[in-house]
C-alpha cells in the first residue's frame, strides 16, 4: 500500500543565476537536525570538509565521555574521513580511484577498503539493470558545477564521453582492479560519502560514543538516542534556501539520506534548470516526476541508501516506491516536481510540517 500525503507544498520559482559555493550547497542539502539534548553538558560538535561536503559530528553523551574524549573521538573519525578520500577521490592523484582511472586498462593493485567499496558499487549496478553506473566519471566531469557560471555541454562531447559508460568494465581480482574500457572513469560520487559517514560513525561507536549525529551532507547518521528520546531529523523542502523543511523523522540508531535533483544545479539561458543527477543512459540529467527522496534504513547502510536514493531519482516516484518496497530494512518519502509527498508502506516516524 502507497501512503500519499495528498496537500501539496507550493513551491516558489527557484532560480540559480550562479552557482553557490559548495560550503553553503552543502549546508542547504542536509537535513535538519531538530535536537535539544537533557545532558547537564553541551554536546561537543565539530565541523569539516571532506567529498566537497561539509561534515559534523556531534557527540551528546557527554556525561559519560567527557569533552576531551568526545573532541577526541571526533578528532580522530575525521582523521579516518580523511584517510579514505585519500583512497577513493577520483582527483586525487594517488588515490586508488585515480590510479585505476588512468591505468590505461591495466590492473592496479588497490587497497581492501576501496575494493570493498567497487563491490558494493557493482551490486548496485547489477540490482538496478545498469541504472547505477559508478563509470560515469567523464560525463560527470563535463558538467562542472563548481564554476561560477556552469556551462551546457556540447551534445558531441557528452556523446564522446558516453561511450565509456558500462560499470561492467569494471574487473575486480581480489585486490586488483581492472578498467577495461580505457574511456571509462571510475567516480564513487553517488555511494563514497555514505561508505565514509558509515565507517566514521563506526569508528565513534568503538571509541566508546554512544548518542551522536554524523552528518555529511545529506547523510546523516544517529548513534544511539538523545537521554532516551529519539532524535528528529528534518527532510528538508526542496529549493529552499530559508531551512524549510517538509517534516522531520523521528529516529535512533538509524541512517537517513536525502538527495535531490536541487542539491547541484543551475539555470541556463534559455530557462532550462539542469543538475547533477545524469541519467546513465543519455549523459542528461534525469527528467521525471522526482525532485527528492529520503531513505531510513538500519545504522551502518548509509552507502546503501546514498546508492538506493540515486537508483530512486532515476526511476522517479512509481517505480522508485516499486523497488524500495522490495527491498528489506529500508523506506522512503518521495517528493515530486507538484510538491506531493509519497511515503513506502513502512514509513513510520514521519511527521509532516503544517
Known amino acids: 500500500m502507497i501512503l500519499n500525503i495528498k496537500t501539496p ?42 567529498m566537497d561536503t561539509l ?26 574521513c580523511a584517510e579514505y578520500e585519500s583512497l577513493i577521490s ?21 587497497d ?3 575494493v570493498s567499496l567497487l563491490k558494493k558499487a557493482l551490486y548496485y549496478g ?17 558538467w562542472d558545477f563548481h564554476e561560477s557560471e556552469p556551462k551546457v555541454p556540447s551534445t558531441a562531447a557528452v556523446e564522446e564521453a558516453m561511450q565509456g559508460v558500462d560499470y561492467r568494465a569494471v574487473k575486480i581480482d581480489r585486490n586488483d582492479v581492472t578498467l577495461e574500457n580505457p574511456k571509462a572513469e571510475i567516480t564513487l560520487g553517488g555511494i563514497g560519502k555514505g561508505y565514509v559517514a558509515d565507517r566514521a560513525a563506526e569508528c565513534l561507536e568503538e571509541l ?26 528534518g527532510i528538508e523542502k526542496p529549493f529552499s534556501d530559508s531551512g524549510e523543511i517538509v517534516g522531520y523523522v523521528e529516529t535512533a540508531n538509524k541512517t537517513v539520506v536525502t538527495s535531490g535533483i536541487y542539491e547541484r544545479g543551475f539555470e ?27 531513505l531510513v534504513g538500519d545504522k551502518g547502510t548509509s552507502a546503501d541508501c546514498d546508492a538506493m536514493a540515486t537508483i530512486c531519482l532515476m526511476l ?28 513506502t508502506s513502512g514509513f513510520t516516524g514521519f511527521t509532516e510540517e503544517k
Open 126 to 142: 547489477d540490482l538496478s539493470g545498469g541504472k547505477f553506473d559508478i563509470t560515469i566519471g567523464k560525463v560527470a566531469a563535463l
Open 208 to 233: 566508546g560514543v554512544t548518542s551522536a549525529v554524523v552528518n555529511f551532507g545529506g547523510n546523516i547518521i544517529v548513534i544511539g538516542d538523545k537521554g532516551g528520546d529519539a532524535f528528529k531529523i
Open 268 to 294: 541556463a539561458a534559455d530557462g532550462t534548470y539542469y543538475h547533477h543527477i545524469l541519467d546513465v543512459e543519455t549523459g542528461w540529467p534525469v527528467n521525471n516526476d522526482v525532485v527528492s527522496v529520503s
Open 112 to 114: 581492501l577498503r576501496t
Open 9 to 50: 507544498i507550493k513551491f516558489e520559482v527557484y532560480v540559480m543565476k550562479k552557482f553557490l559555493s559548495i560550503a553553503v550547497i552543502a549546508i542547504m542539502t542536509a537535513s535538519i537536525i531538530i535536537t535539544q539534548t537533557g545532558c547537564t553538558e553541551k554536546p561537543v560538535s565539530k565541523t569539516s570538509y571532506y
Open 316 to 343: 522517479g516516484v512509481e517505480e522508485g516506491i516499486e523497488f524500495i518496497e522490495s527491498i528489506d530494512s529500508v523506506e522512503a518519502l518521495f517528493v515530486d516536481k507538484d510538491g506531493v509527498l509519497t511515503k
Open 90 to 110: 577520483a582527483t586525487i592523484e594517488g588515490s586508488d580511484i585515480y590510479k585505476v582511472n588512468h591505468a590505461g586498462g591495466k590492473a592496479v593493485a588497490c
Open 55 to 80: 561534515c559534523q559530528i556531534t557527540i551528546y553523551d557527554m556525561e559519560a565521555m567527557g569533552q576531551e574524549n568526545a573532541e577526541n573521538a571526533i578528532n580522530t573519525a575525521f582523521a579516518l
